[in-house]
Each structure stands twice: as structure tokens, then as C-alpha cells.
């Protein structure tokens, strides 16, 4: 499961921190970009529309931002992406190759009387050593895909943490196009299926990226809230 364990790491790892210190230029506004897992920090670059690039051979960053709002019924949440180069997914999951290099994350206000005990226990780990006054309490991440991927939504595989989220790979052919991908995902039906109630505040988002060779080269911007564009027929 160590695949698996590196992606969720991403979020989860920055929330879980006891001390945490951002190295010198870890500012890329409105971004916050944090080395991961004890490994280097991949080099970051603040694009327009308040975007981020993200590259490097080797290494791991989280890069958090905040985007605060209440969903509607029909609340989506579009972005879009690109990557120029990826790494191979040498290190397959047991269950077969799940993607961990690129993932958007998104992270919703906790309320206790929504969450099960077992889940109350996970956040309450996650408050406890958080350097964050107020850690968000549900996740929802949705993975850039790699070749024989398996696509859909993913439990977080610790049992301790697998009450606070889903992960979402998306299609392959999503990534199949060059240059920039726009990405549109209905935020706040996604928090229902997962969660079986209407969305929390929405508090921030975060882009996780692990690079290897041959290199990751990955750029997000136009993170944004709107209203959902009707359902096709």
C-alpha cells in the first residue's frame, strides 16, 4: 500500500505536522508550497490567474491555498491542467497502478455531529499534532491519471483515515490532449455520494505532486467555485 500512502500523505501528512516550518520562498501566492515526506521540494513557479507550476526530478510538494465558500446543490468546482512531463509509476499498488504524482485535493470545515466515531477519532489525530488551527475534517482529492489506471473513486486505504475522504482518479482520457485540460467536477454531488449529506464549508484546495524520473512537470490555475452547467439531455 505504500502508493497509496504516499498520496494521501500529501494533505494529511501537512496536517499531521508538529512542527511546521516553510523553507525560504515556500510563498508562492496565493499558494503555500510545502516539501513532503522528507524529501526535496520541487521547484515552484507562481503563474497567472494566481496558477502554479510545479517541476523537478525528484521530490514532493504540497501546494495549499485557501478558496472558502458554501455549495449549493449545484455547486461545481473547475480548474484546469496540464503536465508536460510525468514520471512512471514504477511502484504499483498490490491492486494494480494508481496514479500518485498529480492530485488536486479539497478540503471541507469539520462538524462533529456529521461524522461517525470513527471518524471524530481520525480528526481528532489530525487536530491534535495540526499546525493549523482549524484543519478541515472531510476530503475530497481527484487524481491526474496514468496508463492502466483504474478510474472512479478510491477509499483512503489507512483505517484510521479512511473515514475523513475519497479519492477520485478520473479518466483517462482526460490526460490524453496536450497542453492545458479543463477540468470541471460537481463539488458538492461528489460531497453527497462520499458522505451521505449536504457539503461543509469548502476551506481550501491543494495540489500534491511527486516527482521521479524522468521528471514531473505539472501546472494548475483558474481554481474556481460556479454554478454547474445543466446535465447533458
Known amino acids: 500500500m505504500r502508493v497509496w500512502n504516499l498520496v494521501v500523505a500529501g494533505l494529511v501528512g501537512v496536517l499531521l505536522a508538529p512542527t511546521l516550518t516553510p523553507p525560504a520562498g515556500a510563498e508562492v501566492l496565493p499558494w503555500r508550497v510545502l516539501p513532503l515526506d522528507d524529501q526535496p521540494s520541487l521547484q515552484a513557479h507562481g ?64 462538524e462533529a455531529e456529521r461524522m461517525t466515531l470513527a471518524h471524530r477519532y ?20 481527484y487524481a491526474w491519471p496514468v496508463p492502466g489506471a483504474p478510474s472512479g473513486w478510491q477509499g ?12 477520485r482518479v478520473l479518466p483517462a482520457e482526460n490526460a490524453a490532449q496536450p497542453g492545458w485540460v479543463e477540468q470541471t467536477v460537481r463539488l458538492a454531488a461528489d460531497f453527497q455520494a462520499a458522505f451521505g449529506g449536504p457539503p461543509t464549508q469548502v476551506m481550501l484546495v491543494a495540489l500534491r505532486a511527486e516527482a521521479g524520473l524522468p521528471g514531473l512537470d505539472a501546472a494548475v490555475d483558474s481554481v474556481r467555485l460556479h454554478r454547474c452547467p445543466p446535465r447533458p439531455g
Do not use: I, N
Open 47 to 110: 503563474l497567472a490567474e494566481g496558477g502554479l507550476r510545479l517541476h523537478g526530478t525528484a521530490g514532493a510538494t504540497l501546494a495549499v491555498r485557501s478558496l472558502a465558500g458554501w455549495l449549493a446543490a449545484e455547486t461545481c468546482l473547475s480548474w484546469r491542467w496540464r503536465v508536460d512531463a510525468l514520471p512512471m509509476q514504477s511502484d504499483p499498488d498490490e491492486a494494480g497502478k494508481l496514479p500518485r504524482s498529480l492530485a488536486l485535493w479539497v478540503g471541507f470545515r469539520a
Open 122 to 141: 481520525a480528526y481528532g489525530l489530525v487536530r491534535f499534532r495540526s499546525p493549523l488551527p482549524d484543519p478541515p475534517g472531510f476530503l475530497l482529492a
Open 156 to 167: 483512503l486505504p489507512q483505517a484510521w483515515l479512511g473515514p475523513m475522504g475519497r479519492l
